[in-house]
């Protein structure tokens, strides 16, 4: 079992940056790969970045592509979103997720074990 913790989400101007981190309890860490959700309101779920066990192999949704980087660091258990040049319409809450199986990372029920959130706010 995973327990998955987020932190470093916060209020930004358009245009700006933040790193969210994803900080993960238990021994297994390193047979999860992770990913990143975010979910503003009255919408769906979506996926927004996925990074397999090793870190060597990622997946962006469209609209963070070239803006938003996914990694880990195995030996401290945690995960990571860099997100550069953000806009009013990343404003949303953001949840790292874990998943057994690396075959479909953009599914939501992929995932087993989910953080509680953190909320990222971009100003115009």
């Known amino acids: 079992q995973v327990q998955l913790v987020e932190s470093g989400g916060g209020l930004v101007q358009a245009g700006g940056s933040l790193r969210l981190s994803c900080a993960a309890s238990?021994?297994?860490?390193?047979?999860?790969?992770l990913g990143w959700f975010c979910q503003a309101p009255g919408k769906e779920r979506e996926f927004v970045a996925a990074v397999n066990r090793n870190g060597d192999s990622t997946r962006y949704a469209d609209s963070v592509k070239g803006r938003f980087t996914i990694s880990r660091d195995n030996a401290k258990n945690t995960g990571y979103l860099q997100m550069n040049s953000l806009k009013p319409e990343d404003t949303a809450i953001y949840y790292c997720a874990a998943a057994a199986d690396w075959g479909t990372p953009y599914s939501p029920r992929a995932y087993e074990y989910w953080g509680q959130g953190t909320q990222v706010t971009v100003s115009s």
């Open positions: 238990g021994r297994n860490f390193r047979r999860y790969a």
